[in-house]
């Protein structure tokens, strides 16, 4: 199989026309079907209907076609790496957070312009497991529930991957002024079942799936009614501001980075029960960039956090 037969059977079922192919190949309608009759050939199949007004794809024509022309696509991407500057990478995973995001962003902004490209992949623990193991990114920021580490570190040592943790946070929900919790200071389990949320896809490790382990088993007979699932931080956002519906997550926050008019409320009992740490690959040398990137996470918004616990202040006006 030859490149030159991907590249006219494709030009062919765009144009639906073997002469039409041929002159955006420059070259001649016979080179072009004779190329595709030698793809017939060897892979045994039909791919063309031929019929007085040109021709259209066969059953198996569909099935190449979506492959013919990824491959054509990859070459052409490899063609072009060819001559180019090559850029440092700087491969961050991370569960959906606004405040995360924008401390990439403020990090981005200070690494040498033109020097490093920059990847941020938002994702489920299953997916960002994924990532890293992959080797899509260099590490995947999660939060875990306290219940969950000891299948969580036999997950990982089966990928050959590590978790450290970083810190421990609070249970909380995130409310607006729309929400009848939005006054309080702190709220109990008791008052979580006339509440309707909003929370992120279902996974093994999210929060919802977990809140019988949290708060000394206070959760357990605590029927939570989730009404919208989402993978979108628009959505959630937009829904928690513009409903009366909560979000039950990690409290993670620095009032400094204030944008959406946004409340988190401590769930009584619920202190420190999630991990935040990052997942990485076993015996990896860090990049400094990722390194620096952390400490910036434990300076701008754990330090934060575990200063608001000893002084027993609880940000009424705090933002996601």
Avoid: W
Avoid at 67 to 74: C, F, S, T, V
Avoid at 208 to 234: M, P, R
């Amino acid at each position: 199989m030859e490149f030159r037969q991907l590249e006219c059977f494709v030009r062919t079922a765009d144009f639906g026309s073997t002469c039409r192919a041929a002159e955006s190949l420059h070259t001649s309608q016979s080179s072009v079907s004779k190329h595709i009759s030698a793809l017939e050939r060897e892979l045994e199949i039909t791919l063309f209907v031929r019929t007085n007004r040109g021709v259209r794809l066969t059953p198996d024509g569909h099935e190449l076609y979506d492959h013919a022309r990824r491959i054509l696509q990859n070459a052409r991407m490899m063609q072009t790496m060819s001559g180019k500057k090559r850029h440092q990478k700087f491969r961050i995973a991370c569960y959906a957070s606004a405040m995360i995001s924008r401390l990439f962003c403020d990090y981005y902004m200070t690494l040498p312009q033109g020097e490093y490209k920059g990847i941020f992949l938002e994702g489920t623990v299953e997916e960002i497991i994924d990532y890293v193991h992959n080797d899509i990114t260099e590490i995947g920021i999660v939060f875990l529930p306290e219940n969950k580490h000891k299948y969580f570190e036999r997950l990982l040592a089966g990928k050959n991957l590590d978790f450290v943790e970083i810190s421990r946070h609070d249970l909380c929900i995130y409310a607006s002024e729309k929400s009848p919790l939005y006054n309080k200071s702190i709220v109990h389990f008791s008052e979580l079942e006339n509440i309707r949320f909003i929370q992120r896809v279902d996974g093994f490790f999210s929060v919802e799936n977990n809140l019988g382990g949290y708060g000394q088993d206070l959760f357990a007979d605590v029927q939570i009614n989730k009404v919208i699932t989402t993978n979108s931080d628009n959505q959630l956002i937009e829904t928690i501001l513009n409903t009366d519906l909560c979000n039950i997550g990690i409290r993670l926050i620095n009032s400094n980075y204030r944008k959406y008019a946004i409340k988190d409320i401590p769930i009584a009992g619920c202190n420190g029960c999630l991990s935040l740490g990052y997942i990485r690959r076993n015996k990896s040398t860090m990049s400094p960039e990722v390194g620096n990137f952390l400490k910036r996470i434990v300076e701008n918004l754990c330090a934060v956090q575990h200063g608001q616990r000893r002084g027993h202040k609880h940000n009424q006006h705090s933002f996601l």
